[in-house]
Structure formats: structure tokens, C-alpha cells
């Protein structure tokens, strides 16, 4: 059974093009969080979602909307895409908060031509 | 500012040996928690370990253990018995629970030569 799931694995769009990534998590988990990695291997957290709301927000351009329709899906959509963005996006989830063990999903890789 | 350093961009350790990879972080917080995980080549982040600050106590995972300085912050991973599954990136993290946040360092990648 899969834990933390993403949709899809591989994503390549034209600049400009607006995409969504989903995620799933079967754990139960109350925590769902997105990050970016970039071409360095550096992690970075994007946004963080307890129970359907958000509680984490880094400096992120407003073009990148997370989206919680329940707390077993976090959802990524992002407008008017940039070369820049170009990276690997994970999904995780975590019983409660940050100090909870966090499983992480495959990633998407993203590539914006 | 909270930031996680990991100064070994790169190691390696022959087979069966015993390799280190350090970490050090700067915190104001009494409070936190250390992790250190792992990013084989499928990309897949797993995690190795957890050490709670409050507990002095080193945690042990198998042939996984760490050597946690709170003075020094410092929360170095050690692999005992290196196995070529071993081979990957090793991402040392952070996380407070005020205002959530969550640091990852720059990662150490690991090569065990056979």
C-alpha cells in the first residue's frame, strides 16, 4: 500500500502553462506539507497544511496555490509557470506537527521548457 | 535564524566499514528535534533517524546511530557496516514546533565502494 502518493511522477509544460501535482496520504495523518528540491538537492518547505489549513506559507510567488479539500489530499497548482521552476516537488504528511516523523511521497519532477 | 549545516558535500566509505557524516545547526530553541534522512536514487526521502533535544540519550536505528552534542549543536550520523544499499544523499533536518518550522541542510552524498 502506498503511503503518500503524487500525481503525476514526471510533468514537462511549456512556460506560461498552469499544472496542478496532487498528492494522497492513507496514514491519517492530520499534516500534509509540499517542498520544492532544486537542481542543488536543496530542500526547501513550501507550505504546510494542518487539517485542511494552512499554517506554513514561506516566501513562495503567489502564482503556487496550495489546495486541501480534505485532510488526506494536498494539492499544488500553479499558474503561469516559470523556467525557474523547474525542480522536484514532494508531498509529505506527519501524524500531528514537525516534530512527527514526516513520509515523504516519490516527487514530481517538473520540467518547464 | 535557524540553519542546518552539513559541511560534506561529498564522502565515501569502503564496504563494510564505518563513515560519519556530520551536521551542525544554530538554534535559540531549547526544544527541538533532529532528523537525519535519506535520498536513494529513485528520489524517494526516508527517513534514517530521530533525536528529540530533550532526551540525551544518542538514538540507535540498527547499524544507524548518532552522536547528539546539544552544546555543541552538533547531530552526527553514523553508519556502522556500510552497505552498498547505504549509498545515497544524507539530509540532516531540523524542526521546532513555534511557528512550524522545518530546515533541511544541503545534504552529504554518501558512495560505498565494494
Known amino acids: 500500500d502506498t503511503a503518500v502518493s503524487q500525481t503525476p511522477k514526471y510533468l514537462v509544460t511549456q512556460m506560461g502553462n498552469d499544472k496542478s501535482i496532487k498528492c494522497e496520504q492513507n496514514?491519517?495523518?492530520?499534516?500534509m506539507y509540499w517542498y520544492k528540491q532544486d537542481s542543488k538537492k536543496f530542500l526547501k518547505i513550501m507550505f504546510s497544511?494542518?487539517?485542511?489549513?494552512?499554517?506554513i506559507n514561506e516566501t513562495v510567488p503567489n502564482r503556487f496555490s496550495p489546495k486541501s479539500p480534505d485532510k488526506a489530499h494536498l494539492n499544488l497548482h500553479i499558474n503561469s509557470l516559470e523556467l525557474g521552476d523547474s525542480a522536484v516537488y514532494f508531498c509529505?504528511?506527519?501524524?500531528?506537527?514537525?516534530?512527527?516523523?514526516?513520509?515523504f511521497g516519490p516527487g514530481t519532477r517538473l520540467l518547464v521548457l | 535564524a535557524q540553519t542546518v549545516t552539513q559541511s560534506q558535500p561529498e564522502m565515501s566509505v569502503q564496504e563494510a566499514e564505518t563513515v560519519t557524516l556530520s551536521c551542525t545547526y544554530d538554534?535559540?530553541?531549547?526544544?527541538?528535534?533532529l532528523f537525519w534522512y535519506k535520498q536513494p536514487p529513485s528520489r524517494q526521502m526516508i527517513l534514517v533517524i530521530r533525536?528529540?533535544?530533550?532526551?540525551?540519550q544518542n538514538a540507535t536505528e540498527n547499524r544507524f546511530s548518532v552522536n547528539f552534542q546539544k552544546a555543541a549543536k552538533s547531530f552526527s550520523l553514523k553508519i556502522s557496516d556500510s552497505q552498498l544499499g547505504d549509498a545515497a544523499m544524507y539530509f540532516c533536518?531540523?524542526?521546532?514546533?513555534?511557528?512550524?518550522?522545518?530546515?533541511f541542510g544541503t545534504g552529504t552524498s554518501l558512495t560505498v565502494i565494494p
Open positions: 509529505a504528511s506527519s501524524l500531528t506537527t514537525l516534530q512527527e516523523t514526516q513520509y
Open positions: 496514514l491519517g495523518h492530520d499534516t
Open positions: 533525536q528529540e533535544a530533550y532526551k540525551q
Open positions: 538554534t535559540s530553541e531549547s526544544d527541538y528535534y
Open positions: 497544511y494542518n487539517n485542511k489549513e494552512l499554517i
Open positions: 533536518a531540523y524542526s521546532i514546533n513555534t511557528g512550524n518550522q522545518f530546515y
